[in-house]
Protein backbone atom coordinates (compact mmCIF):
# COMPACT_ATOMS: atom_id res chain seq x y z
CA UNK A 1 0.00 0.00 0.00
CA UNK A 2 2.82 2.54 1.10
CA UNK A 3 4.72 1.37 -2.37
CA UNK A 4 1.69 2.81 -4.41
CA UNK A 5 1.42 5.85 -2.59
CA UNK A 6 5.11 6.32 -3.40
CA UNK A 7 4.57 5.46 -6.65
CA UNK A 8 1.81 7.96 -6.90
CA UNK A 9 3.36 10.73 -5.71
CA UNK A 10 6.55 9.78 -7.85
CA UNK A 11 4.75 9.64 -10.94
CA UNK A 12 2.62 12.87 -9.87
CA UNK A 13 5.96 14.93 -9.48
CA UNK A 14 7.03 13.89 -12.66
CA UNK A 15 3.97 15.15 -14.72
CA UNK A 16 4.01 18.00 -12.41
CA UNK A 17 8.00 18.80 -13.98
CA UNK A 18 7.08 18.55 -17.47
CA UNK A 19 5.67 21.67 -18.28
CA UNK A 20 8.33 24.09 -16.54
CA UNK A 21 10.72 21.98 -17.76
CA UNK A 22 10.08 22.11 -21.37
CA UNK A 23 8.35 25.66 -21.73
CA UNK A 24 9.33 27.79 -18.59
CA UNK A 25 9.13 31.02 -20.00
CA UNK A 26 4.85 29.64 -20.89
CA UNK A 27 4.77 28.11 -17.37
CA UNK A 28 5.54 31.27 -15.50
CA UNK A 29 2.92 33.39 -17.38
CA UNK A 30 0.46 30.63 -16.58
CA UNK A 31 1.86 30.47 -12.49
CA UNK A 32 1.24 34.53 -12.87
CA UNK A 33 -2.06 34.49 -14.42
CA UNK A 34 -3.12 31.53 -11.27
CA UNK A 35 -1.73 34.46 -8.99
CA UNK A 36 -4.48 36.32 -10.54
CA UNK A 37 -7.85 34.52 -10.13
CA UNK A 38 -9.63 34.90 -6.98
CA UNK A 39 -9.87 31.97 -4.65
CA UNK A 40 -13.23 30.83 -5.68
CA UNK A 41 -11.84 30.17 -9.02
CA UNK A 42 -8.67 28.54 -7.92
CA UNK A 43 -10.73 26.29 -5.24
CA UNK A 44 -13.36 25.46 -8.43
CA UNK A 45 -9.67 24.14 -10.45
CA UNK A 46 -8.92 21.67 -7.68
CA UNK A 47 -12.10 20.19 -7.32
CA UNK A 48 -12.62 20.11 -11.04
CA UNK A 49 -8.97 18.57 -10.42
CA UNK A 50 -9.84 15.63 -8.23
CA UNK A 51 -12.81 15.08 -9.83
CA UNK A 52 -11.12 13.85 -12.53
CA UNK A 53 -8.46 11.85 -11.32
CA UNK A 54 -11.38 10.52 -9.05
CA UNK A 55 -13.16 9.43 -12.36
CA UNK A 56 -9.77 7.76 -13.82
CA UNK A 57 -9.09 5.95 -10.72
CA UNK A 58 -12.76 4.32 -11.10
CA UNK A 59 -12.80 3.98 -14.95
CA UNK A 60 -9.23 2.23 -14.67
CA UNK A 61 -10.32 -0.07 -11.46
CA UNK A 62 -13.20 -1.17 -13.19
Do not use: C, S
Not at 7 to 22: D, N, S, T, Y
Amino acid sequence: MLDTFLMAIALMLVLEGIFPFILPGAWRETFHKLLQMEDGQIRFMGLTAMLIGLLILFLVNN
